[in-house]
């Protein structure tokens, strides 16, 4: 398997045995898969984005007191060249090259355009660990069960991961149609936090994490932030979670769960504007050392 060399891998990781594919834990596979966004077009560039923006992410996390990709090394893959692949095919092929790196052993991270991506990384991720259970952070439910007239549309990918019969914990919502909170409503496997009720809420981090069995796979759409945080995403709306309690529910969660595998999606880069794509790279590096701290 080929990783990128070290002036385009994650973070410009100098040391080639620290961000060579054999030898790091760690991998990060970027998906530009965009098909079916719905407002703002671009989220395909985020991944690039990203591992760009990372080239400006100090090596040293002070929350962590490490430079923790010396802990671990972390490969950096090219992106996935889906040859005009499009819905359930797209998914085939998404679930098929994160089935690889987890039977090899690794720890996948995914950079994805849309959200509908993420459906592909939780089915090769059920394989692995049968009563995996996925955590959303996103302003939107994701719950249609189709969008102009695809099943396969970002905003169906969490019907398609509770159809799955995967367990759900959404955290953030502020904005979804009323099919979508009768299904809430309705699912014993669907638990939600609102973005009104968490403000009102001291306990809802602690809440949070008892709903959610012990493997976890994360997903984080961009949009779940404050635009104040993440301002360059396809539909941003008012509300969302800021960075400093994010990361305080996120550390919880990687110490009190087995978090398996994460993704980072729907960003939509703007000329002249890096703040989402630096905050999305500091996010992914600090998550990693979350991850490195456990198992140290």
């Known amino acids: 398997m080929t990783s990128l060399p070290t002036d385009r891998n994650f973070l410009a990781i100098p040391e080639p045995e620290l961000c060579d594919y054999a030898h790091s834990k760690f991998v990060i596979q970027q998906v530009p898969y965009e098909h079916t966004s719905s407002y703002l077009?671009?989220?395909?560039?985020?991944?690039?984005?990203?591992?760009?923006?990372?080239?400006?992410?100090?090596f040293y996390d002070e929350m962590l007191d490490m430079e923790s990709y010396k802990q671990c090394g972390i490969a950096t893959l090219p992106p996935i060249d889906f040859n005009g692949k499009v819905d359930q095919?797209?998914?085939?092929l998404i679930e098929k090259e994160t089935d690889e790196h987890i039977r090899n052993g690794k720890y996948v991270i995914s950079l994805g355009a849309e959200h509908t991506v993420t459906y592909g990384f939780v089915r090769a991720f059920k394989k692995k660990h049968a009563g995996v259970h996925v955590l959303q952070i996103d302003a939107h439910s994701d719950l249609r069960l189709?969008?102009?007239d695809n099943i396969y549309s970002h905003a169906s990918v969490m019907a398609r991961v509770h159809e799955h019969g995967v367990p759900l914990t959404q955290i953030g919502i502020r904005a979804q149609c009323k099919e979508e909170s009768d299904l809430i409503k309705a699912s014993d496997n669907i638990h939600t936090f609102y973005a009104h009720q968490i403000r009102k809420n001291s306990n809802w981090m602690n809440e949070a994490i008892k709903t959610l069995g012990q493997d976890v796979?994360?997903?984080?759409?961009?949009?779940?932030?404050?635009?104040?945080?993440?301002?360059?995403?396809?539909?941003a709306e008012p509300n969302g979670l800021y960075w400093d309690e994010t990361i305080q529910f996120l550390e919880k969660v990687f110490a009190e769960r087995n978090v398996v595998g994460f993704d980072i999606v729907e960003i939509a880069p703007q000329e002249g504007q890096i703040l989402t794509q630096y905050n999305c790279a500091k996010l992914l590096y600090r998550l990693i050392g979350f991850q490195v701290r456990k198992n140290s």
């Open 41 to 58: 077009q671009g989220s395909a560039n985020g991944p690039g984005a990203i591992v760009e923006a990372s080239h400006f992410v100090e």
């Open 146 to 148: 189709s969008y102009h």
């Open 89 to 92: 095919d797209a998914i085939a």
């Open 217 to 235: 796979y994360l997903t984080i759409d961009a949009d779940g932030f404050d635009p104040c945080v993440m301002p360059c995403v396809g539909t």
